[in-house]
């Protein structure tokens, strides 16, 4: 996956490494390493958008920096999801972790179906991960609105 | 050696009041011999970030569906799924789980295809337990393995396939028979099939069968996950939605495990005596060449 920034490579390399058991135990322990929302969101269902693939509640909000030229703006990203849904919370660790901070480029450029590389299909099922497609999916036509 | 009923005076009300147990039955029970909790979420981390001690998990789309086809495992499997976690034939399972118990229900179907006897569920789930402030542990039970013999599975009492669901027909129309479905009226309609933007694993044509009631699932929860008194339920089923007892049902949704819940409520709960889950349901009808489909908000 030669597209991906450094720290989604990572994650993913981390995933494929192991066995679909551990695969779960990762995905827990990204879910607690979720970090919480910034005052300014604190009134989440206003503020963000919610991904409604997700089969439990999850918001998201993308800022993209002020600089030069659009594509090389960094995207910051934020998102709240309920403790009672750590598979979804882990699924947006992925994000967070793999590409916070990136440019609005390379998060364009991450390929759609990245997530299938992480090997969850078979421990978390392909339902569960439409979920992750779709956060994906609308992080990327945040930073188009917002770099446009 | 069943575990005795719980003699809660609200849950005396149903027509089967054994189906059920209450979280204090629960707590004073854990432990006890021949009794195996079990909670069976959609989030399939849930479990693993803390649950009722003790209690062991089966997730539904990894242990209860078959891998390949789309169907439940067999018989040889499901034993290895109970013997794993010291589920004899003559034990006491409760399940429990998030979403008003919807999955849990779910896993109690599957249970009753295999013809497990004594299934119930804990009324309120695992959000009344928390919400009561009720132990919880992330230690993993290590349970003896036990004998579980291999039973093969009974699809014809309690399951409904999509040739069973065209027969039924004639008898929704003739008024002897009643189809449920139980997805949200967006679905029921034909509006909703696809969020913008994304493939959604779904179906061609949006709508429902007809003749079918719309009865959102979630409309027998109460506020804090237990299931609604039994005169509220007989409001929604029996009053509002003109289904008796005698009817013979079928309830559905998009793969079957929101119908189970209703499954649950009508059989376990209302006493009707003859309910069939369609768990091929939305994504099987709604992709089939030439079934009749119905949309809008009527039953059509």
């Known amino acids: 996956m030669a597209d991906l920034p450094p720290r989604l490579a990572e994650l993913v390399e981390d995933f494929s490494a192991v066995g679909p058991k551990d695969r779960l135990q990762l995905l827990l322990e990204l879910s607690q390493e979720l970090p919480d929302l910034p005052e300014r969101y604190a009134d989440a269902a206003d503020s963000m958008e919610q991904v409604h693939e997700c089969q439990s509640p999850l918001f998201l909000a993308v800022e993209v920096e002020d600089g030069a030229t659009a594509p090389d703006r960094p995207v910051h990203l934020f998102f709240s ?49 439409r979920g992750m497609a779709a956060m994906l999916a609308r992080i990327k036509n945040q930073v188009r609105a917002r770099t446009a | 050696m069943a575990l005795p009923a719980d003699n809660d005076p609200k849950l005396a009300d149903y027509a089967h009041p054994e189906r059920l147990v209450t979280t204090e039955w629960l707590a004073a029970n854990l432990g006890s011999d021949g009794l195996v909790v079990v909670e069976s979420d959609e989030d399939v981390l849930l479990y693993d970030t803390g649950h009722i001690p003790g209690a062991v998990k089966v997730d539904w789309h990894t242990e209860l569906n078959d891998p390949v086809t789309r169907d439940y495992v067999d018989g040889a ?16 399972v409760v399940f429990y789980g998030d979403r008003n118990n919807w999955w849990a229900t779910y896993a109690l179907w599957v249970f009753a295809l295999f013809g497990h006897e004594d299934v119930r569920i804990l009324d309120g789930g695992r959000a009344k337990w928390v919400a009561e402030g009720r132990e919880m542990t992330t230690e993993q039970p290590k349970p003896a393995t036990v004998d579980y013999p291999v039973v093969e599975r009974d699809d014809t009492t309690l399951r409904a396939f999509k040739d069973d669901v065209l027969a039924h027909l004639e008898k929704v129309k003739g008024g002897t028979g009643a189809l449920v479905d ?55 089923y029996l009053q509002e939605q003109g289904l008796s007892a005698d009817d013979d049902v079928v309830a559905y949704c998009r793969i079957g495990e929101r119908s189970s819940h209703t499954w649950f409520v009508l059989t376990h709960l209302l006493g009707f005596g003859t309910v069939r889950n369609y768990d091929g349901s939305w994504t099987e009808w709604g992709n089939t060449v030439r079934v009749p489909i119905a949309q809008g908000a009527e039953r059509g």
């Not at chain 2, 013997?83 to 006491?92: L, S, V």
Request: aromatic share 6%.
């Open chain 2, 182 to 236: 139980v997805r949200s009226p967006g679905e029921y309609s034909g509006e909703l099939l696809h969020m913008p933007d994304y493939p959604q694993e779904g179906a061609v044509r949006g709508g429902h069968i007809p003749g079918a009631a719309n009865v959102p699932w979630a409309r027998a929860a109460a506020e804090d996950a237990t299931f609604k008194p039994r005169a509220d339920l007989e409001a929604i």
């Open chain 1, 81 to 129: 999801a309920p403790p009672e849904a750590p598979t979804t919370r882990g699924f947006a660790s992925i994000m967070h972790t793999g590409l916070d901070g990136e440019s609005a480029a390379d998060v364009l450029a991450v390929p759609d179906d990245f997530y299938v590389a992480l090997g969850l299909g078979q421990a978390v099922s392909p339902l569960r991960l």
């Open chain 2, 77 to 92: 499997r499901f034993a290895e799924i109970c013997g794993e976690r010291g589920i004899a034939r003559d034990t006491t």
